[in-house]
């Protein structure tokens, strides 16, 4: 039985996935991107990997500088994700008007996230379209301790399975 894109989009769509901010920053450059490929690789040291599209400002970004943040959001306002699937405008201390600071690594943490982790890459792995970036969780903290993180299931946005042409 041969695989098709549309059986594969629909199999990889299934997969529970959590929906998070990336903050990324290079120099003066700052961004703040949708992710939804995140996963815990270890506990000792706490290690949080990502995948990031290998032609996203994002990549440049956390290659250049070496490090991320990942920012969880709360499930009641997935509305935030729709203006950071394009790279982001960073203005007065915010991007695309969320407000941001800096952290250990100076990678922009939202102010608003109901948690966040700022991690510093310590392994990189190119595996094709995607490269995982492999971040040590240096600084931490929960801004909301009862909100439920959003999951891609609390969007009508897909991402994943085969790469769409044209």
Not at 45 to 62: F, Q, Y
Request: charged fraction near 25%; hydrophobic fraction near 40%.
């Amino acid at each position: 039985m041969a695989l098709d894109d549309e059986l594969l989009n629909r199999v990889t769509w299934k997969i529970p996935n959590a929906l998070a901010l990336v903050g990324s920053r290079a120099g003066d450059e700052r961004n703040g991107m949708t992710t939804s490929w995140i996963t815990q690789l270890s506990m000792e040291p706490v290690l949080i990997g990502i995948g990031v599209e290998n032609t996203a400002v994002t990549h440049r970004l956390i290659t250049d500088g070496g490090s991320f943040t990942l920012n969880l959001w709360d499930a009641e306002d997935t509305r935030t994700f729709v203006k950071f699937s394009k790279p982001a405008e960073y203005a007065d201390g915010a991007l695309n008007g969320r407000p941001v600071h800096e952290e250990a690594t100076g990678a922009p943490v939202f102010d608003e996230a109901i948690a966040w982790m700022d991690c510093e890459v310590r392994h990189v792995l190119d595996l094709g379209t995607h490269t995982l970036f492999v971040g040590e969780v240096v600084a931490a903290a929960i801004r909301d301790d009862d909100a439920r993180a959003a999951a891609m299931s609390d969007t009508r946005m897909k991402y994943g399975g085969v790469k769409r042409h044209g």
